[in-house]
């Protein structure tokens, strides 16, 4: 019976250990210059927010780690993230939200808690229900004001006046004279409604007092209202190490500003470049990311390639069928457009 007991005893020090080996966090922070392999510190994440990551390493050392330096973090994820993650994965973004939401009340730490409801942020955004996201995005800013999740954030790129309820939310933001995050979203939207002199006022205060990225995010919302004749050659080569100066996760929406400046500028062939560069840099914005395509393939048009064309609003077609009105005219494009089938 002793025996027994100890055999019983050693296999759950084996199961024990293993589950506190699944149950340990990884930090991999960015690669130094010298180094040939990213650093890994393991323990226990404790708070990660966009300014500091704490943790607890294995020795029960506290640390402290910048933000700016968390390449990746990985986690022991709970089963109802990732079948969220799995959902979000195939698409199914409306499945995807909801299973996020059941992860959220189930999760206890708070960190994970903001990464779960920047996941709803971003379904709700493809889904086209920009006022939700928004809402989303400002409930994770009141818990991390320097949240890392820009991505998450909800902003106009393109003229089209805001359906009635993101016109509501979006005059709720702009009168958030406390957040700028909530001013620069509701100023976005409102760039092509009837109160786009006070979104102008609001992003120009925004440009010089908001923290740096979305000072400059603000900035390009204004590249929005300039003239046309103003968007020159020289003057889309200063803007672009202005994009490329923000994080790489939300770079995506000035870049079709820039495609479209090429494109005025009679550049067709830089213009589609600068669109195709759209889905392969965003895999969060699918409505931006179909747009770009779209318009990537008119530009293919103007060069004469209208196969290269026709294979653009296929995918549009095929990839992208939540953006509708996009896809619809895709349809209609394959089918004007000359040259054989792609």
Not at 46 to 57: A, P, S, V, W
Not at 190 to 198: F, G, I, K, P
Request: aromatic share 6%.
């Amino acid at each position: 019976m002793n025996l027994l007991r100890l055999i019983l005893f050693a296999l759950l020090l084996v199961l024990g250990g293993a589950v506190g080996a699944a149950a340990e966090d990884r930090v991999y922070l960015q690669h130094s210059v010298d180094s040939r392999a990213p650093e890994v510190y393991v323990g226990d994440v404790n708070d990660f927010t966009g300014e500091t990551l704490k943790m607890t390493t294995l020795s029960g050392r506290q640390i402290e780690i910048p933000a700016a330096k968390v390449a990746q973090v990985d986690s022991d994820w709970p089963e109802k993230m990732r079948q969220a993650q799995a959902l979000a994965a195939q698409k199914k973004f409306a499945e995807a939200e909801i299973a996020f939401q059941a992860a959220y009340r189930a999760e206890p730490r708070p960190w994970v808690k903001r990464m779960l409801i920047a996941e709803m942020a971003r379904c709700r955004r493809n889904l086209g229900r920009n006022d939700a996201a928004g809402d989303a995005f400002l409930a994770l800013v009141a818990s991390d004001p320097y949240t890392p999740y820009l991505d998450a954030m909800p902003l106009a790129w393109k003229t089209g006046e805001p359906d009635v309820n993101l016109h509501r939310a979006a005059i709720a933001w702009l009168e958030k004279t406390d957040s700028p995050h909530a001013q620069l979203m509701g100023a976005s939207f409102l760039l092509s409604a009837a109160e786009r002199s006070q979104a102008i006022a609001a992003l120009q205060k925004l440009r010089t007092a908001a923290p740096a990225e979305l000072a400059l995010l603000a900035e390009m919302q204004l590249w929005r209202t300039e003239p046309p004749t103003t968007q020159t050659a020289d003057r889309i080569a200063e803007r672009r190490p202005q994009v490329e100066r923000l994080p790489r996760t939300v770079q995506s929406g000035p870049r079709l500003l820039l495609g479209d400046a090429l494109a005025r500028d009679g550049q067709p062939e830089s213009a589609a470049l600068e669109y195709l560069r759209i889905p392969i840099l965003d895999n969060v914005d699918r409505p931006l990311a179909a747009e770009a395509l779209l318009r990537a393939g008119k530009q293919l048009e103007l060069l004469g390639r209208p196969v290269q064309a026709k294979r653009l609003y296929r995918e549009i077609i095929t990839d992208y069928p939540a953006a509708n009105a996009i896809a619809r005219e895709a349809s209609a494009r394959m089918e004007q457009a000359g040259g054989a089938s792609p």
